[in-house]
């Protein structure tokens, strides 16, 4: 289980939210949604560790993250609101790469198998990442979501630049994730075609 | 639930950054060409008298070795932390500082071991004799990736500001006299007969230091950097 508690945030001067306590159970989707800069990107990076929070604890199974350290990395997988991605490599030796430093596994096929899950053909996995579209960009770093075993999800924007197919094909990994009691957490303006009841909302206001 | 050991997740940073230089082979010619074309410059400029050009040979190849690192440190961590590539690092289950280390040294790999090789080259524009020729190898072999190290912890503290270029130089530059002192003084006694001996003792000292604090402190100014 994933809970923040009396959680509080701010950049510069400007508080973002403060006192937000919510619990992310296995097999749920938090959906953090708001207007633009009402602090959603913050809150996600504050879940993933890379942003100190003002005030307040964020806990997995109980403990807090900040003694958990790389216990807790290894838990998560996160997209964020950059691809992640260097656009001098192909996607497959992105992807290798990535699954690498995660501990995934890249062996035989397994890196084309996500990324055509993700709706990008053969012929694409060897061009330089920096000739595809942004919409194509995003894909290579959704496609890690194929390769990822951890428990928790936090997706910053994860549908931006997406088609329909593409954001039907990520929907339905989110869905499988959920099925497998997996736990995500995603910034977002769309609607997520998921049963009701595995989806809270949680809304930032400026 | 997946986690990479240490060692997987140093050689995956390594290989992705040595895997990107071969596709940035420009960026590493370079560096390469910058030092070979300076250390050309001084005998042609100074003339080609052998006494004053083996007396000079020490201090402008070190010099040298020394701008070319602080030329490359811009690329050091930059693309990484525009393109998103640095919060996933910061995100790997590992220390990140033993992650640093794996930068610091394909940096090294691409913009110090060409200087470390072609030095016995460029010393030899400058009538060095043999032993001096190694002991300029070995200087530089335990000097350039300090200079490494040491810029690591200026590129990770300027990260993302303005004019970082001219400031990571203003930071590092004090730091890189220690190390410039005592390369070109094992090469400057190697030349006039006395023992290099200490000073490459102190060299190794300043290798040894930068080893132990340099990744830790570029860890902290990386998180700083991201928040």
């Not at chain 1, 290798?96 to 899950?117: F, N, Y």
């Not at chain 1, 039907?168 to 075609?193: D, F, K, N, P």
């Not at chain 2, 410039?180 to 230091?209: M, P, Q, W, Y």
């Amino acid at each position: 289980m994933f809970e923040t508690v009396a959680l509080s945030g701010s950049r510069g001067e400007r508080v973002l939210f403060s006192d937000v306590s919510v619990t992310v159970k296995p097999g749920t989707l938090l959906a953090v949604v708001g207007e633009n800069g009402s602090g959603k990107t913050s809150f996600l990076r504050m879940l993933c560790g890379l942003l100190s929070p003002d005030q307040g604890a964020i806990l997995w199974q109980g403990k807090d993250i900040r003694r958990l350290k790389e216990l807790y990395s290894a838990q998560l997988t996160y997209v964020g609101h950059l691809n992640g991605i260097k656009d001098e490599l192909t996607p497959v030796e992105n992807l290798k790469v990535s699954a690498c430093l995660a501990g995934d596994d890249s062996s035989g096929g397994i890196v084309q198998t996500a990324l055509e899950a993700v709706g990008l053909g053969r012929p694409i996995h060897r061009l330089p990442t920096r000739v595809l579209s942004q919409g194509q960009k995003r894909r290579v770093a959704l496609a890690r979501l194929w390769l990822s075993t951890r428990p928790l999800w936090l997706l910053d924007e994860p549908f931006a630049s997406l088609d329909t197919a593409a954001t039907r094909y990520v929907t339905q990994r989110i869905q499988s994730h959920l099925s497998h009691g997996g736990m995500v957490v995603v910034a977002t303006h769309q609607e997520i075609a998921l049963p009701p009841d595995s989806v809270q909302h949680l809304r930032l206001t400026r | 639930m997946s986690q990479p050991s240490m060692s997987e997740a140093v050689r995956g940073v390594v290989r992705r950054d040595l895997l990107l230089a071969m596709r940035h082979r420009s960026d590493v010619a370079m560096s390469v060409f910058f030092v070979v074309i300076v250390a050309s410059l001084f005998p042609l400029g100074v003339g080609p008298e052998p006494a004053v050009l083996r007396m000079i040979a020490s201090g402008v190849l070190w010099v040298t070795a020394l701008l070319a690192c602080l030329l490359s440190l811009g690329r050091l961590f930059t693309a990484d932390y525009l393109d998103g590539v640095l919060e996933q690092t910061l995100l790997i289950p590992q220390p990140l500082s033993v992650l640093v280390l794996g930068k610091v040294f394909s940096h090294w790999v691409i913009s110090g071991l060409p200087v470390v090789l072609l030095s016995p080259l460029l010393g030899l524009q400058f009538g060095l004799s043999g032993n001096s020729l190694g002991v300029l190898t070995l200087s530089l072999l335990l000097g350039t990736p300090t200079l490494s190290m040491i810029g690591a912890i200026g590129a990770a503290l300027t990260l993302g500001l303005r004019g970082s270029g001219l400031l990571v130089a203003l930071l590092v530059l004090p730091l890189f006299i220690p190390v410039l002192i005592f390369g070109a003084g094992a090469v400057t006694n190697s030349v006039t007969g006395v023992g290099s001996e200490a000073n490459l003792s102190l060299l190794g000292a300043c290798f040894l230091l930068s080893l132990t604090f340099a990744p830790w402190a570029t860890a902290v100014a990386l998180r700083i950097a991201v928040e």
